[in-house]
């Protein structure tokens, strides 16, 4: 099959696996050099397929020689359909994983259910027996409560009143205005309930009751803060609400289970969960040209390789007066932050392309699905449907 981008406003709903394998190739090669003498590790990573999941997945697994297993929520090939990107970067980390002589094993299924919650800690005793770290990497517009069987939707909402601002129409590439109403109901509620610490709780406390996580393990989960500009729909915003709550989340576990649990703040990149975001994907490609003219720009990989050799696992996890890992230390520089500032109140769909790097956002949008990598022939029919070499194709999948 010739696989083509099919974009449907901030999702592009085809995936090329040849692309999506390139794209993990060059995130290996960055992990690989900036590879660390150590022990061998064994990480589970939830939320793996993906954005800062995978990049944390590759960052352990070629930087530090760790054994992964991979949780995430992707749809395989059916019926000649491709299968989504998830699918084809973890068909491609599991290949390049193996040759390499490391263990790597994926579940496909639902995070926030107890089977799959179960299946992990049977693939952890029968392979691992403990697993020293869990990154929580989970990014859902959607999360039914194993217990209730209840399902919430979380939502990009200001609080208390609505909020006006740029944004992007990456469909008709033109710079706009958008206006979001403020979360009502049980808005708040539910996105804490889908995006918050609780889920990550019920994984800690099913790993630790198994005895399947290691003694004095680490936990690690992702939050964002930003520039102000972006506060009213993030950080301040149901979103933001929801990120407090994985912070109480994170002294939660550390009290409870020999683990110490950490929230690291990375930085704004162009991932499926970033591009849904109101008013991000204008500010990040700003961001991008700024930070490429300082020499300090950074996707994923690079922020997952800071992250675990410079932080996580180095001597000096550098945290700031909340506890929190920063890694999003250089987008929030003053200079930086200074010159996104002064170019976003002029930037306009004129000037979008010389007061913004918007090539590079675009670029970097179509890469997540495989598409404008470097020495992939997108002409060539390809075979769509690729297996997960170790098999796991998990309970239930979409
Ligand atoms: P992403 O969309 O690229 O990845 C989400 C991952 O979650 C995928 O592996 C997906 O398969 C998995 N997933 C979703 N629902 C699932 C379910 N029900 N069961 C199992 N797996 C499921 O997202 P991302 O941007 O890498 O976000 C990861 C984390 O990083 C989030 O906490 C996000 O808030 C945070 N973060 C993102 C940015 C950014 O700019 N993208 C910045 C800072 C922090």
């Excluded at 929580?136 to 409560?145: G, N, Q, V």
Aim: net charge negative; aromatic share 8%.
């Amino acid at each position: 099959m010739i696989i083509k981008p099919r974009i449907r406003g901030f999702v592009c709903i085809t995936a090329h696996p040849k692309g999506c394998a390139a794209k993990v190739r060059q995130e290996i090669e960055v992990a690989q050099a900036a590879k660390k003498e150590g022990g061998t590790k064994k990480v589970l990573v939830l939320g793996s397929s993906t954005g800062y999941g995978l990049s944390s997945r590759i960052a352990t697994a070629f930087s530090h020689n760790a054994a992964t297993l991979g949780v995430f929520f992707e749809r395989p090939s059916m019926k000649g359909k491709p299968a989504s990107a998830g699918w084809y970067n973890s068909v491609a980390f599991e290949q390049a994983a193996h040759k390499a002589g490391l263990y790597a094993k994926s579940i496909n299924g639902d995070a926030f259910s107890d089977e799959i919650k179960a299946q992990t800690i049977e693939t952890i005793k029968a392979d691992l027996g403990q697993v020293d770290l869990v990154v929580y990497s989970l990014a859902s517009p959607r999360r039914t409560d194993p217990k209730t069987g209840e399902t919430y939707k979380s939502v990009l909402k200001p609080i208390g009143e609505s909020f006006t601002n740029r944004t992007l129409d990456t469909d008709k590439d033109l710079v706009t205005e958008v206006t979001i109403e403020p979360a009502e109901g049980d808005d708040v509620a539910d996105t804490v309930n889908v995006m918050g610490g609780q889920d990550w709780e019920l994984w800690m406390d099913a790993l630790d009751e198994a005895g399947v996580l290691a003694p004095s393990a680490k936990s690690v989960a992702y939050s964002y803060i930003g520039p102000e500009i972006t506060w009213p729909v993030y950080t301040n915003g149901t979103i933001g609400q929801a990120k407090k709550d994985v912070e109480r989340a994170a002294a939660a576990i550390t009290e409870k289970h020999d683990c110490a649990a950490y929230v690291a703040v990375n930085k704004a990149v162009v991932t499926q969960a970033s591009s849904a975001i109101p008013v991000v994907p204008l500010y990040i490609s700003i961001l991008i040209k700024v930070m490429k003219a300082k020499g300090t720009h950074e996707d994923c990989i690079e922020q997952m390789v800071r992250l675990f050799n410079d932080r996580l696992y180095s001597d000096d996890l550098q945290l700031d007066s909340a506890g929190r890992i920063r890694v999003d230390d250089w987008e929030m520089e003053s200079d930086v932050q200074q010159a996104v500032a002064d170019i976003w109140p002029n930037i306009s769909t004129e000037t979008l392309c010389d007061q913004s790097d918007y090539a590079g956002y675009q670029k970097n949008f179509l890469n997540l699905f495989g598409f404008e990598l470097p020495g992939v022939d997108y002409e060539e029919d390809v075979e769509v449907e690729l297996d997960l070499p170790s098999a796991g194709q998990g309970i239930g999948s979409r």
